[in-house]
């Protein structure tokens, strides 16, 4: 029991706001571990921010064609989150760049140079990518970015290259529109979403 109760005033005081970091202390034997140390109240004790853990209930397989296909989500969420992600930087600094362009012009030949500039960088990338895994990193960008695929495209490069590449999208079976929705048609993807931000997939 006063395991227990050093337990959690351990925990408990690595909250409290009085607390004040210092600097790691050195290990002076060769077992154990390195952590940073806090003085409360006068006494120096370790203080760990531990990160958090996300837990869901275990999975049943109706059958292996479902495991199968789960662990093929697992497999294409870890290759396309990565380029979502990616997406979602450059968004934000080329929104950020246009800011501070002084006209329209400008800011035309800039995502020309843009638009070059990333067939250059993903065009190869893309390629690699099967029709399931292009399909969801579509809706992947979506999470990202709060927008559709085809609004980002729209707002960056007009409504033209928008309905372009929404068209050429449809001739494979996809939509740049497609929404993410990870509360139902998506509850599996987000997930494994979860899990694999998280380091624990």
Known sequence: MKTCFYILIFFGLSFLSEIHAQQVSPVTSGKGYRVPVCVYEGDTIPCITLKNIYVYPKLKFKNKRQERYYYKLVRDVKKTLPLAKEVKRAVIETYEYMETLPNQKAKEQHM???????????????????????KLLIKLV???????????????????????????????????????????????VERVVTLVENGQL
Request: include cysteine.
């Open 112 to 134: 020309k140079m843009v638009e070059k500039g990333l067939k250059e960088q993903y065009t190869a990338r893309m390629k690699k990518l099967t029709f399931s895994q292009g």
């Open 142 to 188: 979506n999470r990202e970015c709060n927008q559709s695929s085809y609004q980002l495209v729209k707002a960056f490069m007009g409504p033209f290259k928008a309905g372009f590449y929404q068209a050429f999208a449809a001739l494979f079976g996809a939509s740049l529109k497609k929404e993410y929705h990870p509360e139902d048609d998506d509850k599996m």
